[in-house]
């Protein structure tokens, strides 16, 4: 995964939540499904440049970076 400036989103679904880091530079990421267990599943991704639309489609908000670094760490 190249270096650049992540944008990071979010949406909760009814017994779980999706976090995604996004890469606007080479469209990599990172996928987060944190489930009600606890249990946290991680997907390193490779985007395209529909990514922002496909977010915005499946009603994905923006979410902080520290946010998702501390489930990325399993912190939260």
Same mark, same amino acid.
């Given at each position: ?14 017994? &779980?939540?999706? @976090?995604?880091?996004?890469?606007? $530079?080479?469209? +990599?990421?990172? =996928? ?5 267990? *606890? ?12 990514? &922002?639309?496909? @977010?915005?489609?499946?009603?994905? $908000?923006?979410? +902080?970076?520290? =946010? ?5 760490? *399993?912190?939260?």
């Amino acid at each position: 995964m190249k270096k650049g400036i992540s944008k990071y989103y979010k949406r909760t679904f009814d017994d &779980y939540q999706v @976090l995604v880091q996004v890469n606007p $530079e080479d469209y +990599s990421g990172i =996928e987060l499904i944190i489930h009600p267990s *606890g249990k946290i599943e991680k997907t390193i991704m490779d985007y395209d440049e529909e990514i &922002y639309d496909d @977010l915005k489609v499946d009603e994905f $908000e923006p979410c +902080s970076p520290l =946010e998702f670094n501390l489930f990325l760490k *399993g912190v939260k």
